[in-house]
């Protein structure tokens, strides 16, 4: 039982892939940094701003609820 080759197309499937997440990822953030920040700047919690951002309806770029966690993510990638 070696590793399984991958082929050109199963590489770019994994590259298109990539490419459609981060254009996710920056729509989101296009929408969501505006409150992150404000909420941020008035020293609100990470949680507190992923509850913020559930109940306005902003969803992740994979379509699901915001965490703490998400909310640093996505604060760490646009200061990238």
């Known amino acids: ?16 892939a990539g490419a459609v997440r981060r254009a996710k990822t920056k729509a989101i ?3 969501a940094l505006p409150v992150i920040n404000a909420l941020r700047d008035a020293g609100a919690s990470l949680r507190a701003i992923a509850d913020e951002l559930n ?18 993510n996505i604060m760490e990638v646009s200061h990238a």
């Open 1 to 16: 039982g070696g590793r399984i080759p991958l082929s050109r197309d199963t590489c770019a499937g994994g590259l298109a």
């Open 29 to 31: 953030a296009g929408k």
């Open 55 to 72: 109940k306005l309806g902003i969803q992740t770029a994979t379509g699901k609820s915001w965490y703490a966690q998400s909310v640093k």
